[in-house]
């Protein structure tokens, strides 16, 4: 007994470290940030997949024989870019055709890709984002084996 009537100095908290309770909850609070930084990572990678696979697409689209393989080739040559960079989901090509396969015709190739969503706490679950690209080539003008002159817009 001390000299106030009360407890001993061994039996009292003072001392007592406050706010344990905190760490788990601050924990929890890192794992959802590291999750939400790696969906959002994920998604840039993703973008830059498919602006190389846009760009690829339009390439091939131009640089084929004829109008009729133009649009298979460049849809292939849009998978295979998105698998080289590591993204072997379904790849959605579309191409704005010009009304024939002349030199100088603008072709557009359009890419899009699914990237699939953590599901974060208290979010809930995203579901998947969708992320597209696009790029624009021209036929050339002076190439072999397309019939006409070249005539270019400026």
């Given at each position: 007994m001390n000299g106030d009537g009360g407890a001993s100095p061994a039996s009292n908290e003072r001392g007592q470290v406050a706010g344990i309770e905190a760490l788990p909850f601050g924990l929890l609070i890192f794992v959802v940030g590291a999750l939400l930084?790696?969906?959002?990572?994920?998604?840039?990678?993703?973008?830059?997949?498919?602006?190389?696979?846009?760009?690829?697409?339009?390439?091939t689209y131009v640089e084929a024989d004829s109008a009729t393989e133009a649009a298979a080739a460049g849809a292939a040559a849009a998978e295979e870019a998105m698998a080289n960079h590591g993204r072997h989901g379904e790849v959605t090509t579309a191409f704005d055709e010009p009304a024939s396969f002349t030199r100088c015709a603008q072709v557009i190739a359009r890419v899009s890709?699914?990237?699939?969503?953590?599901?974060?706490?208290?979010?809930?679950?995203?579901?998947?984002?969708?992320?597209?690209?696009?790029?624009?080539?021209?036929?050339?003008?002076?190439?072999?084996?397309?019939?006409?002159?070249?005539e270019c817009p400026p």
């Amino acid at each position: 007994m001390n000299g106030d009537g009360g407890a001993s100095p061994a039996s009292n908290e003072r001392g007592q470290v406050a706010g344990i309770e905190a760490l788990p909850f601050g924990l929890l609070i890192f794992v959802v940030g590291a999750l939400l930084v790696a969906s959002a990572w994920a998604v840039i990678d993703t973008k830059l997949a498919a602006v190389s696979a846009a760009r690829e697409a339009a390439r091939t689209y131009v640089e084929a024989d004829s109008a009729t393989e133009a649009a298979a080739a460049g849809a292939a040559a849009a998978e295979e870019a998105m698998a080289n960079h590591g993204r072997h989901g379904e790849v959605t090509t579309a191409f704005d055709e010009p009304a024939s396969f002349t030199r100088c015709a603008q072709v557009i190739a359009r890419v899009s890709y699914e990237v699939p969503a953590v599901p974060l706490p208290w979010i809930g679950g995203l579901g998947s984002i969708t992320v597209a690209s696009r790029h624009a080539e021209r036929i050339d003008p002076f190439r072999d084996g397309i019939a006409g002159t070249a005539e270019c817009p400026p």
